[in-house]
């Protein structure tokens, strides 16, 4: 196999663990870092673990909530690779507030990294899919997205967004033989939960059913799924990896 999948936000965390999963399935893999530090905080790390895979990796730089770097990146990875055939939209940050308290900038920020960003990259790799008649589109929601969640208006707004863009944009493209899918993780494990006060995460894990919060290995395995031919004629939902935490 030499597809390819790109993945946004892969230098660390969720990300890092999607890019070394869809690695060992057989991409090559386009290793989407946020800016040159981040390439030399995690991407390279990330690059070599995947190439343990015997698959080809790389790092590239962008912003994904910036329209135009969105599709030099696309460019890019076009031009490395031959195509792409899996993007995997997974950058993203918060900025909890209440809203009451909650900035403007905190609310751009955040729709911005999150919503305009899934809207950039699919808006750019779509087109390459639709030329090319197949494809992949997995995007990065949250249960915030489809519950909400206080101190989170930002987050479960443009996360609420997604699973819209994600139903829209499977209807356009599914003649085209284009899946378009979303993934809701509950409380995984990484840098965005560390952050959390102590309450927060002792209240969100008490309520997971499975008792453990996530990997984001598990986050990997549902994602690998949708890219595979065993997902072929599912397009449209929102798969939840939350370990019973929503029902
Ligand atoms: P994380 O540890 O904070 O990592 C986020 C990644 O996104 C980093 O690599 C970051 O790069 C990158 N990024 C942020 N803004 C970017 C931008 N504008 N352009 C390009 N890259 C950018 O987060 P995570 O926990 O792995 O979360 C990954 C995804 O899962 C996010 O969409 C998040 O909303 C979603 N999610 C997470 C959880 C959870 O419990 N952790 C639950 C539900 C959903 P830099 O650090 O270099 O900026």
Redesign the pocket.
């Known amino acids: 196999m030499s597809k390819c999948a790109l993945v946004?936000?892969?230098?660390?965390?969720?990300?890092a663990a999607i890019a070394c999963r869809l690695a060992k399935e057989g991409y090559h893999i386009a290793v989407?870092?946020?800016?040159e530090?981040?390439i030399e905080?995690?991407g390279k790390d990330v690059v070599a673990r995947c190439r343990k895979f015997g698959v080809e990796a790389e790092c590239f730089v962008?912003?994904?909530?910036d329209f135009s770097q969105c599709e030099r990146l696309t460019k890019e990875v076009t031009a490395r690779f031959g195509g792409i055939d899996v993007l995997v939209n997974?950058?993203?940050?918060?900025r909890d507030a209440l809203l009451v308290r909650m900035s403007e900038e905190q609310y751009d920020a955040v729709l911005n990294?999150?919503l305009k960003?899934v809207f950039n990259m699919m808006r750019h790799t779509a087109k390459l899919m639709m030329k090319a008649r197949h494809g992949a589109i997995i995007n990065?929601?949250?249960?915030?997205g489809l519950f909400g969640n206080p101190g989170q208006a930002n987050?479960s707004a443009a996360?609420a967004g997604i699973v819209g863009l994600t139903k829209s944009a499977s209807r356009e493209l599914g003649a085209r033989g284009i899946t378009v899918n979303a993934v809701?993780?509950?409380?995984?494990n990484?840098?965005?939960?560390d952050a959390l006060p102590e309450k927060v995460r002792n209240d969100a894990l008490a309520s997971i059913s499975l008792n453990r919060p996530?990997t984001?290995e598990d986050?990997a395995g549902a994602v690998a799924f949708l890219a595979s031919d065993s997902a072929a004629y599912i397009t449209g939902q929102v798969l939840v990896v939350d370990g019973g935490l929503r029902m």
């Open positions: 946004t936000g892969a230098s660390r965390s969720i990300g989407g870092c946020h800016s530090s981040s905080k995690g962008a912003d994904v909530a997974n950058a993203g940050i918060n990294a999150d960003s990065i929601t949250s249960v915030a987050y996360k809701a993780p509950g409380f995984i990484t840098s965005m939960t996530g984001p986050v």
